[in-house]
């Protein structure tokens, strides 16, 4: 694939909103994760939530969006200059020549929990207020972003669980070598909820502590809310030695089972071998990876196996759901956009919270940072239903013009 190039980027998750907040945490290895307190829940598990008294009321005329979701989404999009990147986009290329593709994969079903607790006494309606196309439907999050960014270019949301908004950077590649579009935002949201919530619970997958990816005494997932946007656009002349391009996309779907990865993890092998296919670019050539690493016994052991297979015991990777817990949807492109900030800033980000890595994982993986320049990075996206995408980011430096 041609390398398209991240012009804009900004994240928000527990760990604060904008870029700076993230890349605090990170060398500092700290943990958003906190013990659950969100809503009515009742569960002896810890979270990542962005404080709801940051969370931005939506802009007036917008109300049928109304929702957690979208909130998180605006309070992102308002970071690091982001707006006003895309208004200059539009400048340049025509709103209509713009694309809009993320993920997410509840989208705003709480508002639908809410709404179903205040039905009629007596009839059992919901209430009037209520606006399922604007909340809890999937394009709620794409429509509500392509008004706000006054887009009218293509649009779509990617929902396939915890691959969502990695394969979006897939889809925009194609639409824009297609000649569908010039540029394209991509992202994804992902918002707390009670069926999240209560649905791991259920599945016995949600850890009574901060998750410990890769960690002997594994046992669990702490699930987060975090949202990431990018601008991608084709490279104009040579870029900046730092700037950060998206290099390979990979996708698989093995459909092996509906909540348990390959055990040999046949589809995560599928992925990483077709991104690095994409790219140009052999095993060797990848200085870090950014695993899916949700620290739950099956996914961590699959993982680790597919990626020993592919690139040995040599290449560095971590997990960085310690920090920010697992974002679902929002996963694939806020642990691709710390991938951009490694490379961007010369470190590979240690495992938060791992703290004797799990003997039998052959991989090398990293329980400190590691101040060493990484030049291509690779982040890793694997669903329920073996729904996989992985992404190779590079400096431009390291690619070819």
């Known amino acids: 694939m041609q390398p398209l190039l991240l012009t804009h980027y900004t994240l928000t998750t527990s760990l604060g909103p904008g870029i700076a907040s993230h890349l605090r945490a990170l060398t500092q290895q700290r943990s958003g994760l906190a013990p659950c307190g969100f809503e009515t829940v009742r569960l002896d598990t810890w979270t990542g939530q962005v404080p709801d008294a940051d969370l931005p009321e939506l802009e007036p005329g917008l109300s049928d969006f109304e929702c957690r979701n979208n909130r998180l989404a ?61 909340t809890h439907n999937n394009f709620s999050l794409a429509g509500y972003m392509r008004k706000h960014l ?25 639409m ?77 779907s093995d459909a092996y089972h509906m909540s348990t990865p390959h055990p040999e993890g046949a589809g995560a092998r599928a992925a990483m071998g077709g991104a690095l296919s994409s790219a140009g670019l052999t095993a060797t050539d990848i200085d870090y990876i950014n695993v899916h690493g949700t620290a739950t016994r099956s996914n961590d052991a699959a993982e680790d196996k597919a990626v020993y297979d592919l690139f040995g015991a ?4 971590s997990s960085t759901k310690g920090a920010t817990g697992h974002l679902l949807g929002a996963s694939g ?9 490694a490379l961007r800033e ?37 669903g329920f239903g073996g729904s996989n995408c992985s992404l190779i980011f590079a400096r431009a430096d390291a690619c070819a013009f």
């Open 150 to 174: 006054a887009l009218s270019g293509p649009a779509f949301t990617v929902s396939t669980a915890c691959s969502s908004s990695a394969k979006v950077f897939a889809s925009a590649a194609r």
């Open 314 to 317: 040599h290449t560095p990777c």
């Open 74 to 134: 605006l309070l992102a999009a308002r970071q690091d200059g982001f707006e006003a990147a895309v208004a200059e986009a539009c400048a340049r290329y025509g709103a209509h020549r713009i694309g809009l593709f993320v993920g997410t994969s509840t989208s705003g079903i709480l508002q639908t929990e809410l709404a179903y607790r205040n039905r009629g006494a007596t009839n059992g309606a919901l209430p009037e207020s209520f606006s399922y196309p604007g």
């Open 176 to 252: 824009i070598a297609a000649g569908v579009c010039d540029a394209a935002v991509v992202g994804g949201v992902d918002s707390l909820c009670l069926t999240t919530l209560y649905g791991f619970g259920a599945l016995e997958l949600l850890s009574r502590d901060p998750c410990r990816p890769f960690d002997a005494q594994r046992n669990g997932i702490s699930i987060g809310e975090g949202a990431g946007f990018v601008l991608l656009e084709r490279p104009t002349g040579t870029p900046a030695s730092d700037a950060i391009l998206l290099a390979g996309a990979g996708e698989s």
């Open 333 to 341: 492109v806020v642990e691709g956009l710390i991938c951009a900030l």
């Open 346 to 382: 010369g470190f590979m980000p240690g495992s938060t919270n791992t703290r004797q890595l799990d003997p039998a994982m052959r991989v090398r993986y990293l329980l400190e940072n590691l101040r060493q320049a990484p030049a291509r990075a690779m982040s890793n996206s694997f």
